[in-house]
T-cell receptor, first 114, second 110 residues
């Protein structure tokens, strides 16, 4: 069991749909991350939130819109995605952004775009 | 800025040892090691900090060579459960994120 919970586990959507991915942690961590992982590739950073403020956007297309409503919750809103956006989306959290602490990953949402 | 991992893949028999390396062309602040099994989340193994000591975790240990800007992960007396893809994540000294290497696929056979 991971301490970072992601829902849904699987999502299939059409290119015109709007959906959201959800990530929750109750470890009191103040940094939260979204990563995208394609098959047989490493996780690629998309967004970093620190103390509920967006601190890094890795030039992610605007069809991905992150949101951090509170310190425990992180959402990723999806709209008008492309087939190449099909991937495993991982959420992670860490105590803070100092990179001397581990990142704890959720099990991910496997997203398929039709 | 992606760290370079080697080897790309390794096959072991149970009980054999392996070393996975992670190198950076820039000064590192920390190196994180994770193992990911197929269809699962990456699981944290250990962190090596600049100026820190070698770390150990059961039969898995790691070191950080500041002169070479390289970290090595040592797996001794491998078990079937060690199979998976090992990623190193590098945080640069003046960077603001963790960048993962391409991964090393480890397969332990009985």
């Amino acid at each position: 069991d991971t301490e970072v919970t992601q829902t849904p586990k699987h999502l299939v959507m059409g290119m015109t749909n709007k959906k959201s991915l959800k990530c929750e942690q109750h470890m009191g961590h103040r940094a939260m991350y979204w990563y995208k992982q394609k098959a047989k590739k490493p996780p690629e950073l998309m967004f970093v939130y620190s103390y509920e403020k967006l601190s890094i956007n890795e030039s992610v297309p605007s069809r991905f819109s992150p949101e951090c409503p509170n310190s425990s919750l992180l959402n990723l809103h999806l709209h008008a995605l492309q087939p190449e956006d099909s991937a495993l989306y991982l959420c992670a959290s860490s105590q803070d952004r100092q990179y001397n602490q581990p990142q704890h990953f959720g099990d991910g949402t496997r997203l398929s775009i039709l | 800025q992606q760290p370079v991992q080697s080897p790309q893949a390794v096959i072991l028999r149970e009980g054999e040892d392996a070393v996975i390396n992670c190198s950076s062309s820039k000064a590192l602040y920390s190196v994180h090691w994770y193992r990911q099994k197929h269809g699962e989340a990456p699981v944290f193994l250990m962190i090596l900090l600049k100026g820190g000591e070698q770390k150990g975790h059961e039969k898995i240990s790691a070191s950080f060579n500041e002169k070479k800007q390289q970290s090595s992960l040592y797996l001794t007396a491998s078990q079937l459960s060690y199979s998976g893809t090992y990623f190193c994540g590098a945080a640069l000294e003046y960077g603001n994120k963790l960048v993962f290497g391409a991964g090393t696929i480890l397969r332990v056979k009985s």
